[in-house]
């Protein structure tokens, strides 16, 4: 599920830096594709949700979050093996067990639990959905009651 082999935490992008390390894989390539087309440049706060899926893409979209001196946050329903990928990675996203019989339920139980000023800092945010079916359109629907507009929010297939 994750593709790391050639992941050097904190190397710099300058090209004179990367002499010597392993070229980026074809996957990786993809994401950081994927995540330039989908990142909303006109926001300032990015908040991921997914699943192990979307760590790789969510860890491209941190690149170019930061890159931009932009805010992101996020979390994620994961395996507990899973767990250390997210330090090892420096993604700044919490994570919550995930429920096979209930996807989207912890990550939903997770923001209500979130202080109502971490919410108002966050409301206006671009939200990135992606991972399975059900943990998307739960996901969805909780932040429409939440009267987040649908342009906020970006499905992730």
């Excluded at 894989?25 to 989908?38: R, T």
């Excluded at 997210?86 to 923001?111: F, H, T």
Aim: glycine share 4%; hydrophobic share 40%.
């Amino acid at each position: 599920m994750f593709h790391l082999s050639n992941y050097q935490a904190n190397e710099p992008t300058d090209e004179a830096m990367n002499v010597g390390l392993p070229a980026a894989s074809d996957h990786e390539l993809s994401h950081a594709i994927q995540a330039k087309l989908l990142y909303n440049f006109q926001t300032t706060h990015h908040f991921f949700v997914g699943d192990e899926s979307t760590v790789e893409l969510f860890n491209a979209l941190k690149e170019i979050a930061l890159k931009n001196d932009h805010e992101y946050f996020g979390i994620l329903e994961l395996h507990p093996e899973y767990e250390a990928v997210l330090s090892m990675l420096k993604l700044l996203i919490d994570s919550v067990p995930e429920l096979p019989e209930s996807p989207g339920y912890n990550a939903i139980q997770w923001m209500e639990d979130m202080h109502p000023n971490c919410w108002m800092a966050w409301k206006n945010a671009t939200f990135y959905l992606s991972g399975g079916a059900t943990l998307i359109s739960r996901f969805q629907q909780y932040l429409v009651q939440r009267h987040v507009p649908n342009e906020q929010i970006h499905i992730i297939n």
